[in-house]
């Protein structure tokens, strides 16, 4: 079942994205379950119980812990859980970035917008979960979600996950038609990134979430700002 949280302090808003999220996911016949919040800590309560939601729909201003300050600290123990920021004003786009939500939506909330944002993130778990590599005689088998970035170089193909750098012989060109669409994408010749680890993003450097930095190169730039804007927008 997949199970959306919708924390929105204002009362009649907080029905309406209910009652919007259950008719989007019974359209496209989604077993589904949709669970009210009127405050971050309520929600807070129930997930530091154990409570599972696929999806949290989060109004950024709420009366006591804002959504986004919820956002960050669920990042520190729930990686998995999507996030769909519900805001009023675009002065909370820079910070919300980090924590690399499915989508931003401005009140009032549109039905065919919060449509396409369940549909990204379902479109998210189907995504194959084990990514398989082979070259040199050697067999690399990898959670996809743990994989930071590759690398090539000289001749070699090194693969740096949340715990570990590993390499054996290939290129970049051979891991690209090996992954899911949308997920990589490289931000210099020598290097293949995995868009959901990108914390930070200049001309010059990128950030990764575990503090990596990465070069980027002129050529690429404007390749990978689009293709990183289509992945947090679930296009």
């Given at each position: 079942?997949?199970?959306?949280?919708v924390c929105e302090d204002e009362e009649l808003l907080r029905g309406e994205l209910?009652?919007?999220?259950?008719?989007?996911?019974?359209?496209?016949?989604?077993?589904?379950?949709?669970?009210?919040?009127?405050?971050?800590?309520?929600?807070?309560?129930?997930?530091?119980?154990?409570?599972?939601?696929?999806?949290?729909?989060?109004?950024?201003?709420?009366?006591?812990?804002?959504?986004?300050?919820?956002a960050r600290e669920l990042q520190t123990w729930d990686e998995r859980t999507g996030i769909l920021f519900i805001t009023g004003s675009d002065a909370y786009l820079k910070e919300g970035y980090q924590v690399r939500p499915?989508?931003?939506?401005?009140?009032?909330?549109?039905?065919?917008?919060?449509?396409?944002?369940?549909?990204?993130?379902?479109?998210?778990?189907?995504?194959?979960?084990?990514?398989?590599?082979r070259g040199g005689g050697r067999t690399l088998t990898l959670p996809l979600d743990q994989i930071l970035y590759f690398e090539s170089r000289n001749h070699l193909l090194q693969v740096r996950t949340t715990g570990r750098m590993q390499e054996l012989r290939g290129s970049l060109s051979e891991v690209e038609r090996l992954l899911p669409p949308g997920q990589f994408c490289r931000c210099h010749n020598s290097y293949l990134v995995h868009l959901p680890h990108v914390a930070e993003v200049g001309r010059r450097m990128i950030v990764l979430s575990d503090g990596t930095r990465l070069p980027v190169s002129r050529g690429c730039y404007t390749q990978f700002q689009n293709q990183l804007v289509q992945f947090l927008n679930g296009q």
């Open positions: 079942m997949y199970r959306v949280a209910c009652a919007l999220c259950g008719e989007i996911l019974r359209e496209r016949n989604v077993e589904h379950g949709v669970t009210p919040f009127s405050s971050a800590e309520a929600l807070e309560v129930d997930l530091r119980r154990g409570e599972r939601f696929d999806l949290l729909c989060l109004d950024i201003c709420m009366e006591g812990k804002s959504g986004m300050e919820l499915i989508q931003y939506l401005f009140k009032p909330v549109q039905r065919e917008e919060l449509a396409e944002a369940l549909e990204a993130d379902l479109r998210r778990r189907q995504v194959p979960r084990i990514l398989t590599l």
